[in-house]
């Protein structure tokens, strides 16, 4: 079965209502997150692969979970604790790893029986995606050096949607994004109006179907708006040269530091 469905998630922890000191402050991203749950419930996904800035990072490499399953666990403000595990696709994640022209590396734990750590990226898109599945759809993981050129970026993108392609399963790839961090002097990076306008040419680009224009961006630009979605984004757009999808934008804010994206993509 083919690539069936794609997705741009943010991972600010408030977007989990247990995790949230105010369930008001990231209502615009929830309800785009519960847009693209409906949606890839729609599409009857059966094996997500999700790209986390977060994950196992090695230098040079782009990393995929290798071993039997996964899991995480997020604490909330008033002792919450929400997380999930999965089962690893490990068929999927051989299929990727068998390319010796991209630098994938298959990362696995020291005991059969540990679970591959998911990491905040991974985990909260999951939760509102492989998690709703009955049962949970499998996952692969995966986590990129941002060193990478981009043509590499793009072309490991290509390669995800080739193997997907040729699966025997429904395959969904997530780009787990959040977009700008200088949005507020408030914030750990600082204030630089760059995000602001990053941002608006980040959705621009997703809403046109224009995410080569990515390929022109500027270094300096990139690190003035303190970006985490720039790298996944490369992935996203070169599985996308491969299988054409109409893109649906669920929502954009910047309530806290940080700008939050929501899109799907549906195969034509």
């Known amino acids: 079965m083919p690539l069936v469905f794609a997705a741009i998630m943010p991972h600010g922890g408030e977007i989990i209502p247990e995790l949230a000191d105010d369930h008001t402050v990231m209502a615009g991203t929830r309800s785009g997150m519960e847009h693209i749950a409906t949606a890839f419930a729609a599409a009857e996904v059966e094996t997500v ?28 403000p008033t002792g919450v604790r929400v997380g999930a595990t999965f089962r690893i696709d490990t068929t999927l994640a051989n299929d990727l790893l068998a390319n010796p022209s991209l630098p994938y590396v298959g990362l696995t734990t020291d005991s059969d029986e540990a679970h591959f750590p998911l990491d905040w990226g991974a985990l909260i898109p999951l939760l509102y995606t492989a998690e709703q599945s009955l049962p949970p759809s499998e996952i692969v993981v995966l ?7 981009r043509e590499t970026l793009v072309a490991a993108g290509k390669h995800i949607a080739t193997i997907a392609e040729a699966s025997s399963k429904r395959i969904a790839l997530i780009a787990s994004c959040d977009l700008g961090h200088a949005h507020s002097a408030d914030g750990p990076y600082g204030f630089h109006d760059a995000s602001k306008v990053h941002d608006e040419l980040f959705t621009q680009l997703v809403s046109q179907h224009r995410l080569d224009a990515l390929l022109e961006w500027d270094e300096a630009f990139l690190d003035d ?6 790298w996944q984004t490369l992935m996203l757009h070169g599985a996308l040269t491969i299988v054409p999808m ?21 195969r034509l």
């Open 225 to 230: 708006a303190k970006v985490d979605a720039y």
């Open 246 to 266: 109409s893109v649906t934008v669920h929502s954009y804010e910047a309530p806290t530091y940080f700008g939050m994206l929501t899109a799907s993509y549906s």
């Open 49 to 76: 692969i999700v790209i986390t800035p977060h994950g196992l990072i090695y230098d040079g490499k782009i990393s995929v979970s290798f071993c039997e399953s996964a899991s995480g666990f997020l604490d909330g």
């Open 143 to 149: 986590a990129e050096d941002r060193s990478l050129s």
